[in-house]
Structures are given as structure tokens and as C-alpha cells.
């Protein structure tokens, strides 16, 4: 959900209701940690992470075309200023030929301190980024679309806790589907929203309460769920 904490503070709250069942807040300033720390995402930070949720750094690598060293620099910055656990690198290639690349990123990002590191190619890409992530997405679009979407069989090889699936544009009371469809193919992991357009990570999964409302799910969502934050991509 890309909103910023002074927008939308409800928001935020609720993510620190929901602690026990995400698996970590992408925080997302401004495509990236932005260029100076901004006080209200800091305190944001501090309280979801003294409700015990993991923080990531949301870090755009451009499919790979981005610089190494502008990508480094942006964990850099999320870890010094917002002391985050791991980092979502973004927009991530899937092509075999740049797995280099992207050990040499997460190789940088852990020797930075993250000890998790998520990779979002939105596709299944190569075989090869499962062995590197220790979470990877493997689907990022619209309901619709995921319905009918496939798995190939190397995903078996792996545990469900090393795959994530982003589903957006959810009809209401749908998310029970998305969890048990998530299940069965392969991934603990998922996030499911109402929104579309061109940011439909604007809005919070029905079945999390903002302001004391919440739409009622039918029980079957995993705790592993992952939540974005920040004020747009």
C-alpha cells in the first residue's frame, strides 16, 4: 500500500495491529529511500518495528539496467536511516544471463547488514533467482489474470516460504481465493488488494482493519502476508 504514513496514518496503525500475521513492510519513501530521511517515515519504522515487523527497503533495479552502484547506494541509505531488516529489490530481470548481477546486489545488500532479501521479477523467472532470494515473486498482477496463471514444475524443488505471489484488483470477499489459490500453488506468501490502476497498491487488503472496519475474509489467509509502503510506484 503506497501511501505516505502523514496521509494516511489509519493505515499504518493498522499494519501494527496486524503484526503477527505479515511476514514484513516494504517501505517505500519515494521510488527508493528518496534523498533525505524523512521523520515521518522514520517514526513509522520505529513503531512497526516495536511491533515486531520485519522492514525492507524498496530498491527499483530497473531489470537490471539500473547501476550496481546507485542500487547499493539505496540500500545504504535504507539501512542508515531507517535501520531496515532486508530490502525488496524491485523490477528485477528474469533472464539467466543477469543472475551475476543480481548475486553481486545481494551479496552487497547482506554484507550492508540485511539479512533478508526479496526479489520482485513478477514473473517466474530463471530457476537460478530462487537460489539466491529468500523470498522471490513469482506472480505480480490482477486478479483475473491470476486465476489462470501457471506454475512450472521447478518451483516444487522449493519450500512454499520461499515464494510470494502480489494480486491486485481483487473483487470484494475474493482474498479467501487468493490465499487457498497462493497455497496450492507453491507460495506461503501473498498480498491481495482491491485496488487497480496505475497504483493499486494504494489501498490495504480488505481483510485488514483500517479504522476500526474491516471486510471479513472466510478464515483461510496465511499470517504471511506482506505489506508496501510508501508514496508511489
Do not use: K
Not at 537490471?64 to 545504504?76: H, Q, Y
Not at 531507517?82 to 552487497?108: E, S
Not at 497498491?201 to 475474509?217: K, L
Request: hydrophobic fraction near 40%; include cysteine.
Amino acid at each position: 500500500m503506497y501511501v505516505h504514513p502523514a496521509v494516511d496514518p489509519a493505515a499504518w496503525r493498522a499494519l501494527e495491529r496486524a503484526a503477527a500475521r505479515l511476514y514484513a513492510v516494504v517501505l517505500n519513501v519515494a521510488d527508493g529511500p528518496g534523498d533525505r530521511p524523512d521523520p515521518a517515515f522514520g517514526t513509522a519504522a520505529d513503531r512497526l518495528r516495536a511491533a515486531g515487523v520485519p522492514l525492507l527497503g524498496y530498491v527499483d533495479t530497473a531489470y537490471g539496467r539500473r547501476p550496481a552502484r546507485a542500487v547499493v547506494a539505496d540500500i545504504r541509505r535504507h539501512r542508515r536511516w531507517y535501520r531496515v531488516d532486508g530490502v525488496f529489490l524491485d523490477q528485477v530481470a528474469a533472464r539467466a544471463a543477469l543472475l551475476p548481477r543480481y548475486r553481486r546486489l545481494i551479496t552487497a545488500a547482506r554484507l550492508l547488514g540485511a539479512r533478508t532479501a526479496v526479489l520482485n521479477p513478477g514473473t517466474h523467472p530463471d530457476p537460478g533467482y530462487a537460489r539466491l532470494a529468500d523470498l522471490l515473486v513469482t506472480f505480480e498482477g490482477r486478479f483475473d489474470a491470476y486465476r489462470t496463471s501457471e506454475v512450472p514444475a521447478w518451483t516444487a524443488a522449493h519450500p512454499p516460504r520461499r515464494f510470494c505471489h502480489l494480486v491486485y484488483a481483487v473483487p470484494e470477499g475474493s482474498d479467501g481465493l487468493v490465499a487457498r489459490t497462493a497455497r496450492r500453488r507453491g507460495a506461503a506468501v501473498h498480498y491481495a488488494v482491491p485496488g487497480a490502476g496505475h497504483n493499486p497498491w494504494r489501498s490495504a487488503p480488505a481483510d485488514i482493519e483500517v479504522d476500526g472496519h474491516a471486510e471479513d475474509g472466510d478464515g483461510t489467509e496465511e499470517r504471511d502476508g506482506m505489506e508496501s509502503q510508501g508514496e508511489g510506484t
